[in-house]
């Protein structure tokens, strides 16, 4: 126990200042409230519970979903002198009876379980004889089939409000549009809770989307101009991840592919050799990677189109955990598109068949647009980008502009003239003139706005249409089957007041140009790469005589900040980013050796 969560946050994680919302949070926790925490990957949630844990009696039970998670997050705790443990399917039966039986006496300030093997009828009374600290519901996005990776077996966690009424409850996640979070909160019985939105922005990601051309050659290319760092390349299905591992193989990378159809102790040693920097680049489905914790992933490439932006988000959110300057590339096809719309089709349940083909049009909406990504990106989970981001390709790279205005609001009011009842489709239909029956039958044939558009394509108002829906001038309900709706911001554009610019669009986007190094905020831009690289090596070193990943040893940044700072006492050492009393003692002496080593041979 520590005297506060700030000194806590010195002395065990080695940080000097918490991250914008954590305090809040944590303090609420402390106090024995519930929480819905929307963060970012990398923007500090499991700091949230594992701080409140240590101030409150008890353990802390923390949901996740994936073996691997929680072994890298239990790594992590145990590197700081943390009492944490994880209890799954992985442990053998001495190692299984041993956690319990610390778990009965005390000894834990943290312990990881799936949610089916807590939901039991046996764990769940065990519990009832354990003082509980709190419950953690990470990944929460999983209870709820409008998240994007939607698990039954979360829905049964709903039980712990009622089984446990006093205990706090804090659910996690970094990716819900707003329906998500609405039905999370009422699938765990959170209603009142306090909500924390961060936002999604995650301005160290360079988003690049690049047309698919002889794509295996653009993708050794790319991965060879940036050979620092992991990577992951994410494929649709299990024979193209095959070939693409292979491909790289061939071309000289480190790499390694992972897909369910592989066995659990393959894919065991692929995540374990790629965590610990045995392998640089992993060659995935879907199947890898929720809650990966590996920070220093510095590339993650969409080799086929994600079936929705949800998925995208998460998956290059995997990129720059560490804060440091990281690139997510997708290489964007109109074939991908059908394939991805086919696997959508299998869907027996029509309501969810009928979201996910909306969330389809979303990413493509995202592949195709001709404004700032990030914008586009942010703008879907309900979050507005006052200006261009200047770190995507859109922005690096921008294509010519023309004024839309005067479409804009023939888009608009025949938006209105059908009483924001129709979806995209049928607007164009409108605006087209199109003689189809069902414009016919409804009378949308007698608007003032009928055929106002039809000198321009189909391609043309669909992507205007999107234009406006990214620049907040409209809104897609896919509650109510993705509806357009107008917005206030539309008014002082329909009335003339206000002017709206856009490219003309193309079936294709044009590659972006190489992108430029971009740095981070958190590192001293005079970092001594020879010296960061023997930092690097060393921290390898320790972390295979620990069995452990090196990260957990030190991130990047702590290395970085040591190799441009050149901390000469152990006193210096302790200002470092991410070096708390315990690694002090255990790794500090080795890490100041090393840096006088090579002052010495430099002078």
């Known amino acids: 126990m520590h005297d506060t969560p700030l000194t806590t946050l010195k002395t065990v994680f080695g940080y000097d200042a918490f991250r914008p919302l954590q305090q809040e949070i944590i303090e609420g926790l402390v106090r024995g409230e519930d929480a819905f925490v929307l963060m970012p990957t990398g923007g500090g949630k499991s700091l949230c519970y594992q701080i409140p844990a240590l101030h409150r009696h008890g353990v802390a039970v923390v949901v996740s979903p994936l073996i691997s998670l929680m072994k890298d997050q239990v790594d992590a705790l145990k590197a700081c002198g943390v009492r944490a443990a994880f209890y799954n399917s992985s442990l053998q039966s001495?190692?299984?009876k041993r956690v319990l039986a610390r778990l009965h006496a005390g000894e834990l300030d943290l312990l990881y379980i799936a949610p089916e093997r807590l939901m039991s009828d046996e764990f769940m009374a065990r519990l009832k004889d354990i003082p509980i600290a709190l419950f953690a519901i990470d990944e929460a996005h999983c209870i709820s089939q409008w998240g994007h990776d939607f698990r039954p077996e979360y829905l049964k966690l709903g039980r712990l409000r009622r089984e446990f009424p006093g205990i706090p409850m804090i659910a996690l996640t970094a990716t819900a549009e707003p329906h998500t979070r609405r039905d999370i909160l009422e699938r765990l019985g959170l209603q009142k809770?306090?909500?924390h939105v961060l936002g999604f922005d995650r301005p160290n990601i360079r988003y690049t989307v690049m047309e698919k051309n002889k794509p295996s050659a653009q993708l050794t290319a790319y991965l060879g101009s940036r050979p620092d760092g992991a990577a992951i390349v994410y494929c649709l299905s299990r024979q193209r991840v095959e070939k693409v591992s292979a491909l790289l193989r061939a071309s000289g990378f480190h790499a390694a592919p992972y897909h369910a159809g592989l066995g659990a102790s393959v894919r065991k040693m692929t995540q374990e050799a790629f965590i610990r920097d045995d392998v640089r680049v992993i060659?995935?489905?879907?199947?890898?990677?929720m809650g990966i914790d590996?920070?220093?992933i510095r590339t993650v490439v969409h080799y086929d189109i994600p079936k929705n932006i949800e998925s995208y988000y998460q998956e290059t959110g995997r990129a720059g955990r560490d804060g440091l300057a990281a690139e997510a590339l997708l290489l964007f096809s109109y074939g991908d598109i059908a394939i991805a719309r086919g696997l959508i089709e299998k869907t027996s349940d029509p309501e969810q068949r009928r979201i996910e083909i909306h969330k389809l049009g979303a990413m493509v909406g995202f592949a195709e647009a001709l404004s700032c990504r990030r914008r586009i990106l942010l703008g879907y989970f309900g979050e507005r980008l006052e200006r261009d981001c200047g770190n995507c390709d859109i922005c690096l790279n921008p294509p010519e502009l023309h004024d839309a205005t005067q479409n804009a609001r023939k888009a608009l009011s025949c938006v209105y003239r059908l009483n924001q009842r129709f979806g995209m489709a049928h607007v164009i239909d409108v605006l087209r003139g199109s003689r189809k029956e069902r414009v016919l039958r409804l009378g949308h044939d007698r608007l003032s706005t009928y055929g106002i558009g039809a000198d321009r394509g189909q391609?043309?108002?669909?992507?205007?249409?999107?234009h406006l829906?990214?620049?907040g001038y409209l809104q897609q309900d896919v509650g109510d089957y993705s509806v357009l709706k107008l917005t206030a911001e539309a008014g002082p554009l329909l009335r003339g007041e206000k002017t709206l610019f856009m490219a003309e669009p193309r079936l294709k986007p044009t590659p972006a140009p190489k992108p430029k190094t971009a740095r981070s905020k958190t590192v001293d831009t005079e970092l001594d790469r020879s010296l960061f690289e023997r930092l690097r090596v060393l921290r390898k070193r320790l972390a295979d005589e620990e069995s452990v990943p090196p990260f957990v040893?030190?991130?990047?940044?702590s290395l970085a900040q040591m190799a441009a700072a050149l901390p000469a006492t152990l006193e210096d050492l302790r200002s470092i980013h991410g070096v708390g009393d315990y690694k002090l003692g255990r790794y500090g002496q080795a890490f100041l050796e090393e840096i006088q080593r090579y002052a010495s041979g430099r002078e």
């Open 94 to 96: 001495f190692d299984a």
């Open 193 to 195: 809770a306090s909500c």
């Open 283 to 289: 060659v995935a489905t879907v199947a890898f990677g």
């Open 294 to 296: 590996k920070p220093d």
């Open 459 to 466: 391609e043309y108002w669909s992507g205007l249409l999107r």
């Open 469 to 471: 829906v990214h620049h």
């Open 553 to 557: 040893i030190f991130s990047d940044a």
